[in-house]
Every structure is written in C-alpha cells, then in structure tokens.
T-cell receptor, first 113, second 116 residues
Framework: DQQVKQNSPSLSVQEGRISILNCDYT??????FLWYKKYPAEGPTFLIS?????DKNEDGRFTVFLNKSAKHLSLHIVPSQPGDSAVYFC????????????FGKGTKLTVNP | GAVVSQHPSWVICKSGTSVKIECRSL??????MFWYRQFPKQSLMLMAT?????????EQGVEKDKFLINHASLTLSTLTVTSAHPEDSSFYIC????????????FGPGTRLLVL
C-alpha cells in the first residue's frame, strides 16, 4: 500500500518556466512533509519541508503548498534551471513516529536549456 | 553542513558471501540511523531503524537475520548483508537525523551492491 504517491514518473520543463511536482498521501496521521532532490548514484539531499499547520512554505525559488483536505502537496520551482534536473522525492512522517520517513517513488525532472 | 558518509560506495561480491556497509555521521551524533534500499525506478524503502545501544527495529518483510544491523557508537551504524544473493543487488542508503531537528535528516551517498 503506497502511502505517499507521486503519480508522474517524469516531467520536462523549459528553462525559466515553472516546474510543478505533485504528491498525494493517504495516511491522515502524516503531519510533516519533505521534498528531497536526488542525483544518480547519490543520496537524497533535503530541499524544503512543510508542517501540517501551514499551507505554504517558501525558500528562494522553491515553494511547497499543502492542501490537507485533499491530502495533496506540490513543489513549485520558479524559474526552473538546468541544474534542477534530478529526481525529486516527496516524503512524509508522523509526529512522534521516531522520524521515520515514507517516500514516494519520485519524479524525474528534466529542465531543458 | 552535517555530512553522513558510507563505505564502500560500491561493492561486487559472489553469491553466498557477506558484505558489510558502514554509515557514519561525521560531525554530529546520531542515536538513530535509518537504512533504506532502492531498486531501479522505485522509491526508497525503509528497511530498518538502527538504535544506538539497543536492537534495530526492522520493517515488515525485512529479514533481520539476513540484514544484520549494529549501531556500535553514536556515529557509526553497520549493515551486513549475510549470504548475499543476486536478488539482494540494490542501492543501499543510510540516513541520520540530527537530534532535535526533525526536518533535518541527512543521507549518505549510498552503496551500490552487485551480487554475482
């Protein structure tokens, strides 16, 4: 049972435009959500996170939106740059859940020059 | 920033042998570390939680006798794949959360295991 779903395995965007990566979850106990960026043969690196008490968190070119009623979150990257090309994983955790993360399958973003 | 290292970065072994993978937190102490496995085009699947000074906690479906975990110190956890078989070939990644900083979980660079 996939508790965190990233239904788009890949996304291609033109440089300078907005990239929108989507993530859905089924476990209503999740209260903290994170996005990680991963290059091939490397470990994921933390990008941005959001607590369930918020609906938006912004950090430079990256913004994460959370819609609790829809159990949906999205990562917006604007403007997109070729260096943003990577696999993006959505992850979720439960408060008091020993910081275990549940990951989605990832979305491969390609930003074309 | 905080760094988590893994060694080796890749290993090729014969079927039936055991392989040990080390995970170290380089500039912070980690009472808990996590071990993940990632198959091609799949998600990172949590295998087990490594706890310093106590037994590891394994996720459902993960054989504790096959994947031995030892959290020897506050900066070192090891995963030993015992009697490795070709189906154990995968990308193994560890992570360590910095205490008190829930959003900050640092991942190692991963270990590529190929069992022939």
């Amino acid at each position: 049972d996939q508790q965190v779903k990233q239904n788009s395995p890949s996304l291609s965007v033109q440089e300078g435009r907005i990239s929108i990566l989507n993530c859905d979850y089924t476990n209503s106990m999740f209260d903290y959500f994170l996005w990680y960026k991963k290059y091939p043969a490397e470990g994921p690196t933390f990008l941005i996170s959001i607590s369930s008490i918020k609906d938006k968190n912004e950090d430079g070119r990256f913004t994460v939106f959370l819609n609790k009623s829809a159990k949906h979150l999205s990562l917006h990257i604007v403007p997109s740059q070729p260096g943003d090309s990577a696999v993006y994983f959505c992850a979720a955790s439960v408060q008091g859940g020993s910081e275990k993360l549940v990951f989605g399958k990832g979305t491969k973003l390609t930003v074309n020059p | 920033g905080a760094v988590v290292s893994q060694h080796p970065s890749w290993v090729i072994c014969k079927s039936g042998t055991s392989v040990k993978i080390e995970c170290r937190s380089l500039d912070f102490q980690a009472t808990t570390m996590f071990w993940y496995r990632q198959f091609p085009k799949q998600s990172l699947m949590l295998m087990a939680t490594s706890n310093e000074g106590s037994k590891a906690t394994y996720e459902q479906g993960v054989e504790k006798d096959k994947f031995l975990i030892n959290h020897a110190s506050l900066t070192l956890s090891t995963l030993t794949v015992t009697s490795a078989h070709p189906e154990d070939s995968s990308f193994y990644i560890c992570s360590a959360p910095m205490q008190g900083m829930r959003e900050t979980q640092y991942f190692g660079p991963g270990t590529r295991l190929l069992v022939l």
